[in-house]
């Protein structure tokens, strides 16, 4: 075996799997989607608390159908809505930004080299998308009275089954895809366990034309959604309590920094272990349009 080849079987994701990563495949895939529904259940309905909900389960003080959120047809049509709207910004809007923001990379900028030696080009214009949303958000929340600024968190159960299904759908399509039109084939893996490769991905760069599934799915509509969920939640605890206390601006206020600070850096982010090593499947997919946004805003 040639160096490049031993570099490319041994970087990324593995090609072999044992019986314990297939056990831990599995416990992953069952228990992250139970964690973000049992921290939901705790955060809406005990003040937070981790024990009191499998208490009353147990006690049978509560029932678990009166605690699940509610499927809502126009919640999801309102969440197609805004992933559509993401695709917009990060296909049909090229960044302009760079042109006269000092020290800011962004537009075209080129990947890294992948296992198989391609290189790829990106549209790096996550900071306009950014700034573009919240712009909006904030007009049709406050100048025009569309919508309530507090309609994520009024409807947060709703979102949660709306990022599920979004997340499995993206799941299955690139693993279905992996198999039978693949972008870069040479740059799949296959362990010869279909739950593993399901997890973790085989396809490295999956793409549909320009659009990239990674730094899409990575950076645009969980991360985005991010400081909207925070805002959302601190309006609505303005409207119910007249204030905000300090922990909730601390809260949007140090998470925003770090929002912006990845989209300031996304051309660097090209370069890390997120980009150069993982390969897209359910992690990606699922984690990014749930996980995300569910559990990094807990607080």
Known sequence: MTSTNFEAKNWGR????????????????????????????????????????????ATGEASLSGLLPSFDLGICA??????????????????????????????????????????????????????????????????MGWFSPGVIAENWGSFLIATNIMGYLTAIFVYVKA???????????????????????????????????????NGRPGIIAWTLINWSFAAKQYADLGYLPNSMILVNVLQAIYVLDFFWH????????????????????????VWLPYMYTLQ
Not at 15 to 24: D, H, N, P, Q, V
Not at 32 to 42: G, S, T
């Open 14 to 57: 593995a090609w072999e799997t044992t019986w314990l990563s297939l056990f831990s495949t599995i416990a992953l895939l069952i228990t992250a989607p139970m964690m973000v529904l049992y921290f939901f259940i705790a955060c809406v309905h005990f003040k937070g608390s981790l024990i009191a909900p499998a208490y009353a389960l």
């Open 78 to 143: 309102l969440y197609l809505g805004w992933f559509a709207f993401q695709l917009l910004l990060y296909l049909g809007l090229p960044d302009l930004l760079h042109y006269f923001v000092p020290g800011y990379r962004g537009g075209r900028q080129e990947g890294a080299v992948t296992p198989a030696g391609n290189q790829l080009v990106y549209q790096i214009n996550g900071l306009q998308a950014w700034l573009i949303t919240h712009v909006l958000f904030g007009i049709g929340a406050y100048a």
């Open 179 to 217: 198999y039978w039109f693949p972008s870069n084939a040479e740059d799949r893996k296959f362990s010869g366990n279909p739950l593993y490769d399901f997890f973790m991905g085989i396809e490295f760069n999956p793409r549909i034309g320009k659009f990239d599934f990674k730094l899409f799915f």
């Open 266 to 289: 996304e051309t660097w982010y090209l370069k890390t272990i997120d980009i150069c090593h993982d390969h897209f499947g359910w992690m990606l997919s699922w984690g990014d349009l």
